[in-house]
């Protein structure tokens, strides 16, 4: 297994050489004595060039290696880490690409550089529309506007993705409720919250084309809290 530590993990010494680990999802601290010598010691092997998993196998000091199993447990478990079967040459992905690996990736398969989706906006309000449309096209994703009529939004293309009002939330799912039960103001929304929402929906598309495990709206609804903008996965009892 090949192994590239990710740019958004921090580390630091702490008492007794033990070793403290943070990133954008949570910290852990690890109070084996001599942690964070055998972690600097491991850092020129977590460039994604190296078997790691091989290599220790060749160690004849078992409580070494029984030890730097379980680190690289802790830092695949908590997204400290890409790992994948194959050398991982960070640097034949795109700036973004790269920045969605960083934030959200963990296994990794083989880069498919001449893999993209077709998608189109269905939206009644051309500027959300246009909005929507030109976060989401990439050089993975090509899109397309088409203005429609209703009181959603429906992205339309590998995945069906749907944005609609109810009881005053913002609600991202691959299944609409009866278009009664819905909203109408949808689109008396700020911009800048169909920004958030193309962004958010972006990465899911992105994600799915890199063949990377992540958030599925279309198995889940996904629902926004319009004073926080806070998010959290629904299940169809919680959306009544």
């Not at 078992?62 to 194959?86: A, M, R």
């Not at 063949?211 to 809290?225: A, E, P, S, V």
Request: net charge positive; proline share 2%.
């Amino acid at each position: 297994m090949y192994y590239y530590l990710k740019n958004n993990c921090f580390y630091l010494e702490q008492i007794d050489n033990t070793l403290f680990l943070k990133n954008n999802f949570c910290s852990v601290s690890i109070k084996n004595k001599g942690a964070y010598k055998l972690f600097k010691m491991m850092l020129p092997a977590f460039e994604g060039n190296v078997d790691v998993d091989k290599e220790l196998e060749k160690l004849e000091n078992q409580k070494v290696k029984k030890f730097l199993k379980s680190l690289l447990e802790i830092l695949k478990d908590n997204k400290f880490v890409l790992y994948s079967d194959e050398i991982i040459n960070i640097n034949a992905y795109s700036d973004e690409e790269q920045n969605i690996l960083f934030c959200y990736g963990g296994n990794i398969p083989k880069k498919n550089n001449n893999l993209n989706e077709q998608y189109v906006v269905y939206c009644p309000d051309k500027k959300i529309g246009k909005i929507i449309c030109n976060i989401l096209n990439c050089s993975r994703i090509n899109v397309s506007l088409v203005n429609d009529v209703g009181n959603y939004i429906c992205v339309n293309g590998k995945q069906k993705l749907i944005i609609y009002k109810k009881n005053n939330k913002v609600i991202v799912s691959s299944v609409l409720v009866q278009p009664s039960d819905i909203d109408k103001d949808l689109f008396k929304l700020p911009y800048h919250i169909f920004e958030i929402i193309a962004a958010f929906l972006k990465i899911e598309i992105m994600l799915s084309i890199m063949g990377i495990d992540n958030i599925d709206f279309t198995k889940q609804k996904y629902i926004f809290d319009l004073r926080t903008f806070e998010g959290k996965i629904i299940s169809d009892g919680e959306n009544k």
